[in-house]
């Protein structure tokens, strides 16, 4: 685990940009130039977690779609830890 200490005046700005980000805001955090990470509000983050799961669920289709269509058939996990030795 990485520990940071924040002085005063860091964790004020800290508290400041996280009531922006609770009000709607987007925050973008950056180094030397650098886009490094991005703060958001829950609800933005809730939506981006749907999309994602959406997308796993179309490949998930698509691969099952494909397997049928080529006639093979599905390895359990314990065959795939079996043949990976796991």
């Given amino acids: 685990m990485i520990r940071i200490e924040l002085t005063a005046k860091q ?43 959406t997308l796993d669920s179309e490949l998930i289709d698509e691969a099952r779609a494909e397997m049928v269509a080529s006639g093979e058939k599905p390895v359990t996990l314990e065959e795939l830890r079996k043949d990976l030795d796991l």
């Fill in 11 to 53: 964790q004020a700005e800290l508290k400041a940009a996280l009531q922006q980000v609770a009000d709607g805001q987007q925050i973008i955090l950056t180094a030397d130039g650098v886009e490094l990470a991005a703060l958001i509000p829950m609800g933005d983050f809730d939506m981006l977690q749907e999309a994602e799961d």
